[in-house]
């Protein structure tokens, strides 16, 4: 049976002297330094992680470089597959970045600024490759397409760019259709609402895009906790959930995680 | 076994086929830990030089197949010869003789290798496609690829999978909504395939790249 991957996500950006360091934040804010990139990556491997994603949030021509040094080192030494995103514009980027050893490429901005991203990465490289990534916010107006009932308010869910800072108007649910028809062969989906809140994932919203699309979802942003993870899997049909601070701060391990899913039933490898 | 002490002997030499698809980093790393060197070649003398021989890829089969159209007799020749061929993902459905996937894009005429006879067919519709993420393997015959191997995890992304005419060639199989084969080989032995990524499976993968290496220093 397929099992439900766990996924931690390293968020790297350079630190003071140019080296690239991981940092976790709250609502896409308020970063704190929590380690070197390439060791961690060691250490999830050995504690069973099942994948991993980095995200390059420097946003610079410099930490591109860094970042691509970082998945090669980190793809030379761990056999997991590793997705990479942060900045990805052209088809020339997510080339790079498949060549440093990336099996996937995470696309937000980009994609939402030309569509045929999509369709040109997954004509060139493959489906499997491209995963479009969301960075979604509850709007309580009547402006969206799909609305779902949020502790009894209609609520629809935007796509944003640049990390939360600037809305796009467009409708979570209707991208993630799109973004499926035009070939992403994966859906990533965070909330803006539930980053760094540990108060579980936005179910609601993970809820609305499974159920609109039938490639794989990565639940992302606000867990808190094995159970916070169980929830997104049974309740809202993810394929996968990723979690940063909780594993990054020693809070819970891979294997709690884990071994917490596997007593209830979840399918997950041990 | 000790990766690192069989990765200072190297203990046989194994080319990768170039045919200009994708990502060829991590397959060459995870079969130089497993103690092979590596050649990435398009060149026919050099998989004939070597001990044993990888076909990759990823993507779509017809692109595949049309990609590796020029060096269609010299894979076979590998085969012939009895060494070792070992196809990952794409390159396992490219072992076999016709794919659904190049009828959906309006050409039944593209043809594998049909070095296991047989046809690779697409998940049913209501399933998420493609089957990606780990899964286990159920061992279902003897074969030194799968040494040291049963109930494992290993790591998938496709769309379609492999039916072999002969049920003989399934050497283990994966239960994705049906059971369908995840490694298949042919009646000789020498000629064998993963759906899933060995490079990408942690070290289960790496298990089953020793044993291909194992396998190439043995036909030596």
Redesign the interface.
């Known amino acids: 049976m397929l099992t439900k991957r766990i996924i931690p996500c390293i968020d790297v950006d350079l630190d003071d002297d140019g080296n690239p360091a991981v940092y976790t934040g709250v609502h896409f804010q308020d970063l704190e330094y929590t380690g070197d990139p390439v060791e961690m990556a060691h250490a999830y491997n050995e504690a069973g992680a099942d994948e991993f994603v980095f995200l390059d949030i420097t946003a610079s021509a410099d930490g591109r470089e860094t970042m691509l040094s970082v998945v090669e080192q980190v793809a030379d030494e761990v056999f997991i597959p590793l997705t990479v995103g942060g900045g990805i514009r052209t088809v020339e980027d997510i080339k790079e970045t498949l060549r440093a050893g990336a099996d996937k490429v995470s696309i937000t901005t980009g994609a939402l600024e030309r569509p045929e991203l999509i369709n040109e990465g997954a004509r060139a490289f493959g489906s499997q490759c491209i995963v479009i990534s969301v960075d979604a916010r509850r709007r309580f107006d009547d402006e969206g397409e799909h609305f779902v009932d949020v502790d009894g308010e209609s609520c629809w869910f935007e796509c944003t760019k640049k990390g939360g800072r600037e809305g796009t108007g467009i409708d979570v649910v209707e991208w993630a259709k799109e973004a499926e028809s035009r070939g992403a062969g994966e859906l990533f989906v965070n909330s803006i609402d539930a980053d760094g809140t540990k108060d579980g994932y936005d179910i609601p919203l993970t809820k609305a895009v499974c159920d609109a699309v039938s490639t794989p979802v990565i639940a992302s942003s606000g867990c808190g906790g094995p159970e916070d993870m169980y929830e997104v899997f049974t309740d809202a049909g993810a394929d996968a959930g990723l979690a940063a601070s909780i594993f990054h701060f020693g809070e819970y391990s891979i294997e709690e995680t884990k071994s917490y899913l596997d007593e209830r039933d979840i399918p997950v490898r041990l | 076994m000790e990766s690192t002490a069989v990765s200072e002997q190297e203990l046989a030499s194994v080319a990768i086929v170039d045919y200009g698809l994708?990502?060829l980093?991590?397959v060459t790393?995870?079969l130089e830990?497993a103690g092979a060197s590596v050649e990435i070649t398009e060149d026919p003398a050099e998989f004939r030089a070597a001990d044993g021989v990888v076909l990759p890829g990823?993507?779509?089969f017809r692109e595949g197949v049309e990609n590796a159209d020029p060096l269609r007799e010299d894979l076979l020749a590998v085969a012939d010869r009895g060494q070792p061929l070992f196809g990952i993902c794409l390159g396992m459905q490219m072992l076999l003789t016709t794919s659904e996937e190049a009828e959906t894009a309006g050409d039944a005429s593209v043809t594998g290798l049909d070095l296991i006879p047989g046809t690779n067919v697409r998940f049913a519709e209501g399933?998420?496609?493609?089957?990606?993420?780990?899964?286990?393997l159920a061992v279902e015959r003897d074969h030194p690829l799968v040494e040291g191997i049963d109930g494992e995890?290993a790591?998938?992304?496709?769309s379609y999978y492999a039916v072999p005419d002969d049920e003989s060639a399934t050497v283990a199989t994966t239960?994705?909504d049906r059971r369908f084969p995840s490694i298949v080989a042919n009646e000789a032995g020498n000629v064998f395939g993963t759906q899933f990524h060995p490079?990408?499976?942690?070290e289960t993968?790496?298990q089953i790249l020793r044993n291909f290496v194992e396998i190439c220093a043995d036909a030596e």
């Open positions: 994708g990502n980093r991590s790393r995870g830990r990823v993507g779509a399933q998420k496609v493609p089957h990606m993420g780990w899964n286990e995890h790591y998938f992304v496709h239960d994705y490079e990408k499976s942690g993968g790496l």
